[in-house]
């Protein structure tokens, strides 16, 4: 009290000025702390690790052979031409419609009817978290009913996204952990069984987390059974370019829906394929019957995006715009990708042959099987954390092992690291087997 | 036509097809009966496909536009020599051209030369740029600060950084309101409905004064329930360009210490109005120094003309560090599924600018320049007014007003006609941007000015 009588005297005010602090009473004591994200937490763990030899293999990052993220040369091109670049304010909504333009023309193909015809609304996004959050605040001003149905598993932001967006949750069969593969029954089944004209988020390359992807044919019958029953398909294509290397050949999922009719959304990211993470580059189109109807869905996307950020930034978009509609860049870039799809792949054979050799008596096939960043690995929680307690390897904690960072330099060391934890964990489980 | 139909289905699938059987595969589409089949070439080559759903989004209207950036557009497509557009707030040179601050340019070259990855933020962003805002803010020497109060979590600029606090409040006072001034910039409407949160308006502009209706102000804060958030400018007031004064300040704080309310400052100015960093952040170290609990959201679209880059901060000043703490990770958590981490270049240049002393110091400069102008735009415009209006009206409110808008009193019709005669863009409410004005035109103004107040009604 006493203290309290001299702080208000030496800050010279009047006696009747209270301090909200003296009530004790604080506005944010209900505010609990946060649940930590996995992935956050296994990162700062790796960043707190002082092993010299310590492998990241936890967030979807490309690094190269050494280690090093990779900056393809055409960006730092890029950046040096707009940094001459004198831009109004006047021109942001220009470059964004040719951004749009050009993302459009990636993701459904140049010649693609709908990006002739003008039959889509298309808006720049915030990545991929943006554009889905953008859809998701969409599907409740129109659907507030509807619910979204995600692969189970499928990237555990998805149902964040939809939750803040109050729009519940239903998970559908995907991923099979006897096979490490695909289930498709199940999936088509689910998709059977789910109400008629139900949303579903699919991913159309590079599944994160399993790198398990539909084949072509599987894709076609998923097509047909969403037709029958109306579904709506949102494609969440975070990997077009860097899953096989080739650009079209990562959209087929997509471009086989557009063509058998449906209106299909797809969120579009430039962080992994051009690198551009932080500059959260993105972009959510919605097809549309007709030219007209493209403007109203639009409209109605921008006024989403007004309440939330405004617009996004220019940068990353002058960058990705550059590029894509300057031809040499462009080729450049998918040179780049096939160099980034092609060490992964290499990565992938080299860990599987390297189980192999050492004579490990678990199947690996998945490992080759699998695409894109990420690897399924199917160890359990505590082969995870022994890997990260005797190993120095990090990784999230359901198996997920990000391809991204396995360099040829620390392959062998990754490969003999699953060894010993499968090893140690058979041992075990023979050990309680003989027991009884 | 069922069979035609197959055969013709039949030549697209591909030979490798194996886990599905062709026939399985068409067999249900001719349960499909009441669509029409569409032959559409894609690929090069004739592939069946199934009509074109109706979409989905059949019955969706058109949205409505945005009153302000249609100004920009209305302007742009008039062809008439004289035109000017006093609609959005973008600082113009007096040559009526977009202006990239000199700093600006020097941080960017200086990220150029270094070469600075693009790997993702954090979700809260920027470690040295969310320093840098908050002691910009507060005043590196803070209390609140030294005693690791305040959570600052990077913002896709204001309204960004906004959004972040009204889905903090939506998550955490769930009914809780939050009082806006009337009137206030368009888009807090926007941001606060499609958070789910509840508002009502405080009185705040007199038109028979061209000021501040103070007592209705204070009344409509103490009318509230305990408890509602009070959305308040921090400077240079949008769309009035009328502030409180400091004794005014005082009794605001007064009275929302009194009913327990929670400031929420909307800092977008910061100066701007003045032309000095410190002064326009008076009242908002005001209620921190009197130990309240403070929301402030800020932006560097006008200070650092960073517009398009979207570079902001929203922060919350709280009674203890560990509660700091919590609140941050709370914002963090709903950062990540608006946009997992925020875009990182704007970041980079606020940092460079701020961290760097030289470029701060001229930052620091250009920034009075800047003001500067504007001062002097309203000196002229309320100079020219005065001499060429022999009716007597007080205009002496252009001076009073600060910051880069100035509502002049038009009312729409009066408005309307400021653009159909005059050419002169401006949004409804008689708000004007003093930054698309060149002294060079304060005379033209002036008349447009006259003429639409007294000769339309």
């Known amino acids: ?436 | 036509m069922a069979s035609s139909v197959l055969s013709v289905a039949t030549q697209c699938v591909s030979p490798n097809a194996s886990s599905v059987s062709i026939n399985e595969t068409h067999k249900g589409k001719a349960k499909l009966g009441g669509s029409t089949l569409r032959f559409s070439k894609s690929s090069g080559r004739i592939s069946m496909t199934v009509a074109v759903n109706v979409s989905r989004f059949e019955g969706i209207p058109m949205a409505p536009p945005d009153p302000i950036l249609g100004v920009s557009e209305a302007f742009r497509a008039d062809t008439n020599d004289v035109k000017l557009n006093l609609g959005v707030g973008a600082y113009r040179t007096e040559e009526l051209q977009p202006y990239v601050l000199n700093v600006v340019k020097k941080a960017e070259n200086l990220m150029l030369e270094r070469g600075d990855n693009k790997e993702y933020l954090p979700i809260e962003g920027l470690a040295a740029f969310n320093k840098a805002t908050a002691e910009l803010l507060l005043g590196a020497d803070n209390p609140a600060i030294k005693e690791q109060r305040v959570a600052t979590v990077q913002g896709l600029s204001g309204t960004g950084s906004l959004r972040l606090g009204a889905a903090l409040i939506e998550r955490y006072f769930p009914g809780s309101k939050v009082l806006i001034s009337a009137p206030t910039w368009g888009n807090h409407k926007n941001i606060f409905n499609d958070a789910r949160v509840p508002w009502a308006e405080y009185r705040y502009y007199d038109p028979r004064t061209v000021g501040l209706d103070f007592e209705g102000m204070i009344e409509d804060i103490k009318a509230a329930p305990e408890g509602t958030f009070v959305l308040l400018h921090g400077c240079a007031h949008n769309p009035t360009g009328i502030d409180p004064t400091p004794e005014q300040w005082e009794k605001i704080a007064d009275v929302i210490q009194q009913k327990n309310h929670i400031p929420f400052f909307d800092v977008a100015y910061q100066g701007f109005a003045s032309g000095s960093l410190d002064e326009d952040a008076t009242s908002v170290r005001l209620f921190v120094a009197r130990g309240m609990e403070v929301l402030v959201a800020q932006s560097y679209s006008k200070n650092l003309g960073l517009y398009a880059e979207r570079i902001g901060a929203m922060n919350v000043i709280s009674s203890s560090s560990e509660s700091a703490t919590r609140v941050k990770s709370q914002l963090k958590r709903l950062a990540r599924p608006m946009y997992s981490n925020p875009p990182v270049h704007g970041a980079r240049i606020v940092a460079n600018v701020v961290g760097t002393p030289i470029l701060f110091d001229e930052w620091k400069a250009e920034m009075e320049m800047m003001a500067g102008r504007i001062k002097n735009v309203r000196q002229k415009l309320y100079d020219s007014i005065s001499s060429k209006d022999k009716s007597g009206k007080d205009w002496s409110f252009i001076l009073k007003q600060i910051g880069m808008f100035s509502y002049t009193g038009l009312n729409k019709n009066q408005s309307d006609n400021m653009t159909n005669k005059w050419h002169v863009y401006m949004t409804k409410d008689g708000r004007i941007s003093l930054a698309g004005l060149s002294l060079a035109k304060c005379e033209y103004l002036a008349d447009a000015i006259i003429d639409s107040y007294h000769n339309v009604s």
């Open chain 1, 1 to 436: 009290m006493i203290m309290v009588v001299m702080w208000r005297y030496f800050n010279g005010r009047t006696a009747r000025r209270f301090v909200s602090t003296c009530s004790g009473h604080g506005w944010w004591d209900k505010v609990r702390v946060a649940p930590k994200n996995p992935i956050v937490t296994v990162n700062e763990s790796f960043l707190a690790d002082p092993f010299p030899h310590k492998i990241n293999l936890v967030t979807g990052t490309y690094r190269d052979d050494d280690g090093k993220p990779f900056t393809p040369q055409c960006f730092s091109d890029a950046e040096a031409k707009i940094y001459r670049y004198t831009l109004e304010e006047t021109n942001s909504s220009e470059v964004s419609s040719k951004f749009v333009m050009e993302s459009v023309k990636l993701a459904y193909g140049n010649d693609s009817f709908v990006v002739r015809e003008g039959l889509y609304a298309g808006v720049p996004a915030l990545s991929g978290t943006g554009a889905c959050r953008l859809f998701a605040e969409f599907q409740r001003n129109f659907y507030p009913d509807s619910l979204i149905h995600l692969p189970d598993p499928t990237w555990p932001n998805h149902h964040n996204i939809w939750r803040q967006a109050q729009i519940p949750v239903k998970t559908f069969h995907y991923y099979d952990p006897d096979t490490k593969g695909l289930d498709f029954d199940a999936l088509i089944n689910d998709i059977k069984n789910a109400p008629d004209s139900s949303f579903f988020l699919l991913h159309p390359c590079a599944h994160n987390p399993t790198g398990v992807d539909p084949t072509e044919e599987q894709w076609r019958e998923i097509s047909y059974q969403f037709k029958v029953k109306n579904h709506f398909p949102f494609f969440d294509m975070a990997y077009q370019g860097i899953s096989s290397g080739d650009i079209d050949k990562d959209a087929a999922a997509l471009r086989i829906f557009v063509e058998d009719g449906h209106l299909v959304g797809c969120a579009q990211s430039f962080a992994k394929n051009m690198g551009l993470f932080g500059h959260k580059v993105g972009c959510l189109s919605v097809l549309t019957r007709d030219i007209k109807q493209a403007a109203a869905v639009k409209s109605q996307l921008q006024h989403i995006a007004h309440s939330m950020y405004s617009s996004p930034p220019i940068h990353g978009i002058l960058l990705v715009t550059m590029i894509l509609s300057d031809p040499n860049m462009k080729e450049q870039w998918k040179k780049d990708m096939k160099i980034m799809a092609n060490r992964i792949r290499a990565m992938r054979t080299t860990l599987r042959r390297n189980l192999e050799d050492l004579d490990s008596s678990f199947n690996w096939e998945h490992i080759t099987n699998q695409v894109g960043m990420f690897c399924f690995s199917g160890l359990a929680p505590d082969q995870v954390r022994h890997l990260e307690k005797l190993f120095h390897i990090y990784m999230s904690p359901d198996g997920r092992i990000s391809m991204g960072g396995v360099t040829p330099s620390n392959v062998n060391y990754l490969a003999n690291a699953i060894h010993q934890v499968t090893r140690i964990s058979e041992a075990a489980s023979v050990c309680m087997c003989n027991m009884h």
